[in-house]
């Protein structure tokens, strides 16, 4: 049951589900309408002649996946692609392209292999937008973000694909070596203390955060602190751990660790990240920044076992979201 996509806006703001959606007497608020930087590359979506293009300049190439009214992918854009520091330093060491997970543009992807927007999205597994690729001449992906990232984490993935060190070390340890201290973590009512999580077979959530977190202040005052993510909460034993914490603990599987390494294990690279598990296996994480919404529904599906119905987390939510309009309840997604 591990599922490791990241969970975010996806096939339930398709167009499909939108019709559906005007039928009833519940509606989704909270989508948000968005354009394309005019100095994205243009393309022919031959992949591989486009990576090499950048290759010969010295770059990278980027395809930044969307989906239509995502307001991640908004945001996303508009922090860091239409304006502030990151747009001139995306434009100096990177040539974009833009992907529509839902959309009919053929793809070159590789040698003679060829996929619509929708297929190659599903070839690539992206479950989560805005979803990043950053890719080297010899067309292959080196590194890849799930979800939105604020422009200061951003920035470390920029800098960390630029400077060629995902040969060389994680980006974990890479954003760790800077050592910056930027945040205290905070206190949360549902916060339990644990140690062995070998002795704990229930739904658990684990809340992966550090010092150097540039969006957990945000994370806390807007997802942790909703009403409708406080109530799931109360389903789960909730535990948060420092990750840069060298205590000794012991992991579900009954290994001794720390929170530093345990969270290497899991390949964790962004704070604030959740952990759920279940029996002691993980079922699903968020990676990425999520708003209210679909954080605490991902709470509910494992709390409720409801994984045992829905074989992941993304069809669940879309069962979810029509049951909810059915009884004529509103869904927001925003933060």
């Not at 398709?14 to 393309?43: C, H, N, Y």
């Not at 995902?166 to 205290?184: N, W």
């Not at 699903?284 to 954080?295: E, G, M, P």
Request: net charge neutral; aromatic share 12%; hydrophobic share 35%.
């Amino acid at each position: 049951m591990k599922n490791v996509v990241t969970l975010l806006l996806l096939t339930v703001l398709s167009s499909g589900l939108w019709d559906e959606v005007s039928a009833r007497t519940g509606k989704i608020t909270g989508g948000q309408a968005f354009e394309m930087p005019d100095w994205f590359k243009t393309s022919f979506l031959e992949i591989h002649n486009d990576a090499k293009e950048a290759g010969e300049a010295g770059k990278h190439l980027m395809l930044y996946m969307h989906l239509e009214n995502c307001p991640y992918c908004k945001r996303m854009l508009d922090e860091s692609f239409f304006q502030g520091a990151n747009k001139p330093f995306i434009q100096k060491h990177f040539d974009v392209i833009d992907i529509n997970i839902r959309g009919d543009r053929s793809v070159e992807w590789g040698s003679g292999v060829i996929y619509n927007e929708k297929e190659l999205a599903q070839e690539l597994k992206v479950y989560a937008t805005p979803a990043i690729l950053f890719i080297n001449a010899k067309g292959q992906i080196v590194y890849r973000t799930n979800g939105y990232r604020s422009p200061e984490r951003l920035r470390n993935v920029l800098q960390y694909v630029s400077e060629r060190q995902y040969g060389k070390i994680t980006l974990a340890d890479y954003v760790t070596q800077k050592g910056k201290v930027r945040y205290a973590l905070k206190k949360h009512s549902a916060f339990a203390n644990m140690t062995d999580f070998s002795r704990y077979d229930g739904p658990l959530a684990v809340i992966f955060e550090d010092p150097g977190c540039s969006d957990c202040a945000e994370f806390h005052q807007y997802t942790l602190q909703h009403a409708d993510v406080v109530r799931e909460m109360k389903g789960l034993k909730v535990v948060r751990l420092d990750a840069w914490s060298n205590e000794t603990i012991i992991d579900p599987a009954g290994n001794k660790t720390t929170p530093r390494q345990w969270a290497a294990s899991l390949k964790l690279d962004y704070r604030p990240a959740t952990v759920l598990f279940d029996n002691g296996e993980e079922v699903t994480r968020a990676d990425s920044q999520l708003y209210h919404f679909h954080y605490k529904e991902m709470l509910r599906y494992v709390a409720k076992r409801l994984y045992f119905e829905y074989p992941t987390y993304l069809t669940y939510l879309s069962a979810r979201q029509r049951e909810l309009l059915k009884q004529g309840i509103d869904i927001d997604l925003g933060r």
